[in-house]
């Protein structure tokens, strides 16, 4: 039994995108072209191969997340310079380069995380449906709502698997019965079946596979749009790593997923697209190549794309 | 030196053995230094000891019946106990209502908040009330906070009164839980605020849901050495808080009172003239014993927080 306004927040991120959005989308045709281009209506079938290239009379997806020139300054140290690339909603997008590339520092500048380290700074725009997130009256609380994260390392709370759950939605006063949201983040995060008799257990006793779902589980309870992961699977196993990656495509149909990762093979089974950065001279991070992953992989157009997806580099 | 590989030099298994005299000097040394140590544990016994002997003493001359009484008077055979215990709990009741939230609202401004430039200078301010020596707080109590505070919330105040001193006393342990509490909240892991932060949540959500539960072990701690040292604070309480002859039994903090601590410096440093009268000098060892258990209980059970705040993570 639900209630309409369960009913409503349950289903928020599938229902039909804000008419202002696509307008937005719209109002900038061909300008900047989404970086992947394929059907992608709620409830077809996703294709069988990531990344295949469809002709440009399909729909074009949405970008939910677009940068534009974005550079990024710890003190007077610019750790990325101009960077410019779009997400498309409800797809994987992989961050890939050598360590010190800025990738980290860009997936936290779109939750505006950095705000938390003192005397950061941020040119250029990074756009969320349209609106600029570093704008004057944007309040990053909000941001972070809508644009949640999953860390490197899991961090679950040392407080009880429900209570983990159930944090973001009490946070934000959420209404509604918090068992069934709980039990539901936790499924769509594949980790219910395993701790579904135990959920008045403490979260940092699970193994660490299992954190790293709780942790995606209690991301998606606060319902966001988008969900940042930066490298989920690098201090797992390969079983518990692959198990996040299946995870990430049946999160893709309710949520758009930006990803940065140090595993090649993650990245080319796990997203749709690729983003390739590189340190420069200056130490700034930015971008060299971006598209579909199975171009990024099999048709580099840059020998530096070529040499690191390859494992000649980095 | 590679001396095994030099021709006519002794063999080995000689040369593993090392120098006799060396060996020697390591004993020596070590003696010492186990000396040093059971030093400070006999002494430690030994002082246990002298006190549990003479407390015997004292409840031997006294009836037990004489430990309820009218007062605390030593001097006259009355040595009611509740007066003194009253007195010790009450200032330190009230130096943690005062301390508690104001430490523990500096630590979560310094944890949480501050700037490192705003903490690079406000720590050392702590660190400035912490050296203030309690004889010059008992005496501020007196002089300042009676008059200035206590009297005029309450005009019915008495001169010399356990509101006044209680106060004193937490002002003197607000260092002490601030920058206890803020050790502890500074050790949670910054991934957890991380967390916090990364699914919405505020600055004032994230101190006080994520950050303050998961340094509880430490914040209590806190508390405990707070209370300890509220409990065996003796300066602020014998200037400040009256009854230095003794004190009726009364549960007033306006009126004047004796804690424990105050009853001894006030029968040990002769206010009372009592050196050889009667029990009245035994009932020091008496006290002290009483005294020292509940401060050891307390250490004890900080003691346990704090290791329990450390195998967290
Ligand atoms: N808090 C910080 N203060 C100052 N400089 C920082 C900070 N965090 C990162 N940097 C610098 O910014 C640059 C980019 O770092 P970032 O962590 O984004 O790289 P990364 O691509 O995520 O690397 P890795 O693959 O090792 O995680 C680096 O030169 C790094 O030294
Ligand atoms: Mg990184």
């Given at each position: 039994m639900t209630t309409p306004l369960e009913e409503n927040m349950i289903h928020s991120t599938v229902a039909p995108p804000d008419p202002a959005v696509e307008g937005a989308a719209v109002a900038a045709p061909g300008r900047d072209a989404p970086?992947?281009?394929?059907?992608?209506?709620?409830?077809?079938?996703?294709?069988?191969?990531?990344?295949?290239?469809?002709?440009?009379?399909?729909?074009?997806?949405?970008?939910?997340?677009?940068?534009?020139?974005?550079?990024?300054?710890?003190?007077?140290?610019?750790?990325?310079?101009?960077?410019?690339?779009?997400?498309?909603?409800?797809?994987?997008?992989?961050?890939?380069?050598?360590?010190?590339?800025?990738?980290?520092?860009?997936?936290?500048?779109?939750?505006?995380?950095?705000?938390?380290?003192?005397?950061?700074?941020?040119?250029?725009?990074?756009?969320?449906?349209?609106?600029?997130?570093?704008?004057?009256?944007?309040?990053?609380?909000?941001?972070?709502?809508?644009?949640?994260?999953?860390?490197?390392?899991?961090?679950?709370?040392?407080?009880?698997?429900?209570?983990?759950?159930?944090?973001?939605?009490?946070?934000?006063?959420?209404?509604?019965?918090?068992?069934?949201?709980?039990?539901?983040?936790?499924?769509?995060?594949?980790?219910?079946?395993?701790?579904?008799?135990?959920?008045?257990?403490?979260?940092?006793?699970?193994?660490?596979?299992?954190?790293?779902?709780?942790?995606?589980?209690?991301?998606?309870?606060?319902?966001p749009d988008v969900i940042l992961m930066d490298e989920p699977a690098s201090a797992l196993d390969p079983r518990a790593t692959l198990q996040i990656e299946e995870l990430m495509h049946e999160l893709e149909e309710r949520y758009t997923i930006i990803v940065v990762t140090h595993n090649m093979q993650q990245a080319a089974r796990a997203s749709d697209n690729t983003v390739f950065l590189n340190m420069g001279e200056d130490r700034a991070g930015y971008v060299v190549e971006m598209g579909p992953t199975t171009q990024i992989f099999t048709n580099p157009k840059n020998q530096l794309t070529e040499d690191y997806v390859s494992g000649r580099f980095g | 030196m590679a001396a095994a590989a030099q021709p006519g030099s002794p063999p080995l298994s000689v040369v593993l053995r090392g120098s006799a005299g060396r060996r020697r000097r390591e004993q020596i040394i070590r003696a010492i230094f186990f000396g040093a140590a059971s030093l400070s544990i006999l002494v430690s016994i030994f002082i246990v000891l002298s006190l549990i002997f003479e407390a015997i003493n004292f409840l031997a001359q006294i009836g037990l019946d004489q430990l309820v009484a009218l007062g605390w008077f030593p001097r006259r055979g009355l040595f009611d106990l509740r007066t003194l215990f009253v007195g010790s709990v009450i200032t330190t009741g009230i130096a943690i209502l005062v301390a508690g939230p104001i430490g523990l609202g500096t630590a979560i401004y310094l944890s949480e908040y501050a700037q490192p430039r705003v903490r690079r200078i406000v720590k050392p301010i702590l660190e400035i009330l912490a050296g203030i020596p309690s004889v010059v707080l008992g005496f501020f109590a007196l002089t300042w906070i009676n008059p200035q505070l206590v009297q005029r919330l309450n005009p019915g105040a008495e001169g010399f009164n356990l509101m006044a001193a209680g106060i004193g006393v937490g002002v003197l342990i607000i260092p002490l839980i601030a920058s206890v509490?803020?050790?502890?909240?500074?050790?949670?892991?910054?991934?957890?605020?991380?967390?916090?932060?990364?699914?919405?949540?505020?600055?004032?959500?994230?101190?006080?849901?994520?950050?303050?539960?998961?340094?509880?072990?430490?914040?209590?701690?806190?508390?405990?050495?707070?209370?300890?040292?509220?409990?065996?604070?003796?300066?602020?309480?014998?200037?400040?808080?009256?009854?230095?002859?003794?004190?009726?039994?009364?549960?007033?903090?306006?009126?004047?009172?004796?804690?424990?601590?105050?009853?001894?410096?006030?029968?040990?440093?002769?206010?009372?003239?009592?050196?050889?009268?009667?029990?009245?000098?035994?009932?020091?060892?008496?006290?002290?014993?009483?005294?020292?258990?509940l401060t050891l209980s307390l250490n004890l059970a900080g003691d346990v927080f704090v290791r329990r705040t450390r195998q967290r993570y």
């Open positions: 970086i992947a281009v394929k059907i992608h209506s709620d409830g077809a079938p996703k294709p069988e191969v990531k990344g295949t290239p469809t002709p440009q009379t399909d729909v074009a997806t949405v970008p939910v997340v677009r940068l534009r020139g974005m550079s990024f300054y710890y003190g007077s140290f610019r750790a990325v310079r101009e960077v410019t690339f779009d997400v498309p909603k409800n797809e994987i997008t992989a961050l890939i380069g050598p360590s010190g590339s800025g990738k980290s520092t860009i997936l936290r500048a779109i939750n505006r995380m950095n705000d938390l380290i003192p005397s950061t700074r941020v040119e250029g725009e990074v756009l969320y449906n349209g609106e600029d997130l570093y704008g004057d009256r944007v309040d990053p609380v909000e941001v972070r709502r809508r644009i949640g994260m999953v860390f490197q390392k899991p961090n679950p709370f040392p407080k009880s698997i429900f209570d983990n759950v159930a944090f973001g939605p009490r946070v934000h006063g959420l209404k509604g019965n918090l068992n069934d949201l709980v039990e539901q983040s936790l499924r769509r995060a594949a980790l219910w079946d395993e701790v579904k008799d135990k959920l008045k257990q403490s979260g940092t006793a699970l193994s660490g596979g299992q954190q790293q779902r709780l942790c995606i589980a209690r991301a998606i309870a606060v319902e | 509490s803020e050790d502890a909240m500074r050790a949670v892991p910054r991934s957890l605020r991380e967390a916090s932060y990364g699914l919405g949540a505020r600055r004032i959500t994230t101190s006080l849901r994520v950050v303050f539960p998961a340094a509880i072990s430490g914040i209590t701690a806190a508390f405990i050495i707070g209370i300890s040292r509220g409990i065996g604070e003796t300066m602020v309480l014998a200037i400040a808080a009256g009854g230095s002859g003794g004190s009726i039994f009364q549960l007033n903090p306006f009126e004047p009172g004796q804690s424990i601590t105050a009853a001894i410096a006030a029968l040990a440093t002769g206010t009372d003239q009592v050196r050889g009268a009667s029990a009245a000098f035994p009932s020091l060892f008496f006290l002290g014993l009483i005294l020292f258990f």
